[in-house]
């Protein structure tokens, strides 16, 4: 048995039970499924071209700038 892994198996269910816990879950569904959903079904993006860390950094970066971008312009 790994009594590690049990452990915070029940501090995760803790936190998630949590008001705070609920509460964040709450939003998760607005604030951050609407981003990826938009990024995936507007923009087409689905994978990434790059391999290794540091570039797909660089390249899921340039996708979040390119969705902030699209953003600013419907605001202006």
């Known amino acids: 048995r790994n ?3 049990i452990r915070l198996k029940a501090k995760a269910k803790a936190l998630l039970l ?3 816990g609920i509460a964040h879950r709450k ?5 951050v499924e609407a981003v ?3 990024i995936k079904q507007n923009m087409g ?3 990434f071209m ?3 860390l540091d ?3 660089t390249e899921i970066g340039l996708v ?3 969705h902030n971008l699209k953003k600013v312009g419907l605001r202006a």
């Open 45 to 47: 993006f689905k994978r």
């Open 64 to 66: 979040a700038m390119a």
């Open 18 to 20: 949590s008001e705070q």
């Open 27 to 31: 939003r998760r569904c607005w604030e």
């Open 3 to 5: 009594h590690e892994l």
């Open 55 to 57: 570039k797909v950094e």
């Open 50 to 52: 790059l391999r290794g």
């Open 36 to 38: 990826f959903g938009n």
